[in-house]
């Protein structure tokens, strides 16, 4: 087997595990092996014969072997459908993150109230669980607990996790307080170009740390009698290069400011989280953000991360494409503000209800009912901006709302090296997208859709634009390798379903 797939097993068989409520231990006993071999196992770090794959099918009452397939999963869409009925927004993937690393910050249990149960989020219980943090899903709930170990053990990180995700550079933070010399994986991700992680170490250097970058791995050293002697500018008004700097300062015992902060939803989301476990935090939704830190942090502690901006947005585009009515219910309307306000310009209509709280108590929601629109190209080109602009995430749905309107509109992602080339992606489907350069795109709608077989893009956000024009195009799509979805999504295309559209999935 190749390691790829060893870890693709692995991880199949851990969940199941988990899903039969069975300890390693309890595996192992029922295999007549060690609790370290089934460590080795769920870690893909163990030739497994089908024997043994069979042995342990019949232990967790799970067919290991199909549902371990290496084949891609792909889509099949029934596109020209109108979506009807109600939808939830979900919570948010970045905000799940953000607080699932600041859990390293607590010698105490946390539990994550109504997490999406996401890729993303799995991708980092794999590491957690790897050096030694115990998490669990809590039974029939998307309830996670996280309960720290003794120490934590780096040298067993699940590196095949790591490396797929850019949240391992939150680890940074957190370790900082743990460690005077530690490594990490160098980080992946979504394929958006070159992102420079210089922003991240300006900021942490205030607190002694210091990264060389070698062979695929972030050497890390810290100076313990360096700390913060004036106000931390950031160099990026970035979200996970803010967080960072939050993980550094909830325990600095001392008052740490930090300028040019990002305020966006999911920063906030974490000082909420950082404010339960007893670190006091300052200027939220503001750029200058002041943290009086805690030297020890053990606290039982829940929270409830808010909703996700960016479903809310995916699933306002969903009905905008395909000409339908549907209520898209707990929206966060602070960071959905200046999107309506420019699909207002283009001719959007809806309704909206009134305010009402989050389950953190601090995020205010609003329903959104959809009114079938008849769209017009905005004079000006549409852009992202640090919040409480538009969404730098939210700006790939433009692309395709733009192709149902009259006129021509140009889209400028001037943040990520290569994003827009993926939006081409919709000519196959009857578009006309004009890369212009790597960063803009000229859209000439409206769009007479049609069917069409397309390779996913490897980002994230632009494979659900490409999703949204299958939903338009009368007949049916085929959306090939669809695993990046998964990343930020849960059950997007059954969610879909339940308004009426017709998506089904498939393995070749």
Not at 88 to 114: M, P
Not at 281 to 303: A, P, Q, S
Request: aromatic residues 6%; proline residues 5%; contains cysteine.
């Amino acid at each position: 087997m190749t390691e790829d797939y060893l870890v693709r097993v692995g991880r199949i068989i851990r969940d199941a595990r988990r899903h039969k409520q069975l300890t390693q231990h309890e595996l192992a006993a029922s295999l007549n092996t060690s609790q370290s071999a089934v460590a080795r196992i769920e870690q893909g770090k163990q030739n497994l014969s089908l024997e043994t794959l069979a042995r342990i099918g019949q232990a967790l009452d799970t067919e290991v072997v199909t549902v371990a397939s290496n084949t891609p999963l792909n889509l099949r869409i029934e596109g020209g459908r109108q979506l009807s009925g109600e939808i939830d927004v979900r919570t948010s993937k970045n905000a799940a993150v953000a607080c699932l690393c600041a859990a390293l910050l607590n010698k105490g249990k946390t539990t994550l109230r109504n997490l999406a149960r996401i890729e993303e989020v799995n991708r980092i219980t794999e590491v957690l669980d790897s050096v030694g943090v115990k998490t669990r899903w809590l039974p029939n709930s998307s309830d996670l607990e996280i309960v720290p170990g003794d120490t934590i053990d780096l040298d067993s990180m699940d590196e095949a996790a790591a490396r797929r995700t850019r949240t391992i550079l939150m680890f940074l933070g957190p370790l900082l307080h743990e460690y005077e010399k530690f490594k990490l994986p160098n980080a992946g991700g979504c394929d958006l170009g070159e992102r420079t992680v210089e922003p991240h170490l300006h900021a942490l250097r205030h607190f002694g740390l210091d990264v060389v970058a070698t062979h695929g791995y972030y050497h890390a050293t810290v100076d313990r009698e360096v700390r913060p002697k004036r106000a931390i500018v950031l160099t990026e008004r970035g979200d996970t290069v803010t967080e960072n700097a939050l993980f550094a300062a909830a325990r600095h015992e001392g008052t740490t400011i930090i300028r040019n902060a990002s305020p966006n939803y999911m920063v906030q989301d974490l000082c909420f989280f950082l404010r339960e476990l007893g670190v006091e935090v300052e200027g939220v939704g503001t750029t200058t953000l002041t943290v009086t830190g805690v030297k020890e942090i053990n606290k039982d502690v829940e929270y409830h991360p808010s909703e996700d901006p960016i479903e809310a947005m995916s699933l306002i585009a969903a009905a905008i494409v395909t000409k339908s009515q549907i209520t898209v219910k707990r929206v966060p309307i602070e960071f959905m503000e200046m999107e309506l306000a420019q699909l207002e310009v283009m001719g959007f209509q809806y309704e909206m209800s009134q305010e009402y709280l989050s389950k953190n108590g601090e995020t205010r929601l609003v329903d959104i009912t959809t009114i079938p629109s008849d769209l017009v190209a905005p004079k000006d080109k549409i852009h992202p901006m640090p919040f409480p602009g538009l969404n730098i995430d939210n700006l790939p749905f433009f692309a395709v709302i733009a192709a149902t309107a009259t006129g021509s509109t140009t889209i400028h992602d001037w943040v990520y090296d290569n994003r827009a080339i993926y939006l081409i992606d919709l000519n196959p489907l009857g578009a006309k997208v004009k890369l212009m350069d790597p960063h803009r795109v000229l859209i000439e709608g409206p769009t007479r859709w049609r069917a069409a077989e397309v390779m996913c893009p490897p980002a994230l956000r632009p494979g659900v634009v490409i999703l949204l024009g299958m939903l338009a195009a009368p007949g049916t799509s085929v959306l090939r390798n669809t695993y990046v979805i998964n990343r930020g999504y849960e059950e997007l295309a059954e969610r879909l379903n339940d308004l009426g559209a017709k998506i089904e999935s498939f393995r070749d």
